[in-house]
T-cell receptor, first 114, second 114 residues
C-alpha cells in the first residue's frame, strides 16, 4: 500500500530562518503530490501541488517544493519564515492506480517564534 | 458558495453513545471524503463517495463506524457505540470530479468521547 512519511513531527524556528520540511512517498509509479496547511483553528488549505512538468513548484505565501523522483521526495521549503507561518503542514500523494485516494502524511507542526 | 459545511463544530459525548457527524459538500462536487485527524496517526482517509456511492471504505476503523450519502448534498458519518479512542477531528472534503487538483475541506468536527 502506498504511504507518505513526514520525518519531522515538530519544528521550531525563529523568524527569518529558512525552512525545509521533508516528505517521502512509497509509490513507484506516476503520482500527484500536494502540500496542505492548517493554520490554528482553521481548516485545511492547499499550499501547492505537483502534477507534471517543472519539478520545482511555487505555491502561495512564498512556499515552494521540489519533486525529486529518484528520491521519492517532495520537500517543502521557504527561504525566510514568518510568525504567521505557524501551522501544521501535511504532505499528500495520490497515484493513478488508486484513482482518487489521497493519502496524507502524519503532519509537521511548525512553530515560528517572533 | 459557502464551502463544505460540517456540523456540529464540537461534539462531547459519553462512551457508548451514538454520534452522528454531518457534511454538506459544495454543490456540483461529485466526490466526498471523510478524514480523521489525530495526534498519533495524522490525517487518515476513512471513506470516499463518488456520485453518492461509496467507492473505498477500507479506512473505516471497524464496524462501529458507518457512513452514508443519501443524496448529492448530504453525508453522515456515524459511530455507534462511541469509545474514547474515537476522539479526534473529523474532516469532510469534496471535489468536482476525477483528477481534480485539490480537495475543499470543511472546518471539521472536534469529537471528544469521555
Amino acid at each position: 500500500a502506498q504511504s507518505v512519511s513526514q520525518h519531522n513531527h515538530h519544528v521550531i524556528l525563529s523568524e527569518a530562518a529558512s525552512l525545509e520540511l521533508g516528505c517521502n512517498y512509497s509509490y513507484g509509479g506516476t503520482v500527484n503530490l500536494f502540500w496542505y496547511v492548517q493554520y490554528p483553528g482553521q481548516h485545511l488549505q492547499l499550499l501547492l501541488k505537483y502534477f507534471s512538468g517543472d519539478p520545482l513548484v511555487k505555491g502561495i505565501k512564498g512556499f515552494e517544493a521540489e519533486f525529486i523522483k529518484s528520491k521519492f521526495s517532495f520537500n517543502l521549503r521557504k527561504p525566510s519564515v514568518q510568525w504567521s507561518d505557524t501551522a501544521e503542514y501535511f504532505c499528500a500523494v495520490n497515484d493513478e492506480d488508486s484513482s482518487y485516494k489521497l493519502i496524507f502524511g502524519s503532519g509537521t507542526r511548525l512553530l515560528v517564534r517572533p | 458558495d459557502a464551502g463544505v459545511i460540517q456540523s456540529p463544530r464540537h461534539e462531547v459525548t459519553e462512551m457508548g453513545q451514538e454520534v452522528t457527524l454531518r457534511c454538506k459538500p459544495i454543490s456540483g462536487h461529485d466526490y466526498l471524503f471523510w478524514y480523521r485527524q489525530t495526534m498519533m496517526r495524522g490525517l487518515e482517509l476513512l471513506i470516499y463517495f463518488n456520485n453518492n456511492v461509496p467507492i473505498d471504505d477500507s479506512g473505516m476503523p471497524e464496524d462501529r463506524f458507518s457512513a452514508k450519502m443519501p443524496n448529492a448534498s448530504f453525508s453522515t458519518l456515524k459511530i455507534q457505540p462511541s469509545e474514547p479512542r474515537d476522539s479526534a477531528v473529523y474532516f469532510c472534503a469534496s471535489t468536482p470530479g476525477p483528477r481534480e487538483e485539490k480537495l475543499f475541506f470543511g472546518s471539521g468536527t472536534q469529537l471528544s468521547v469521555l
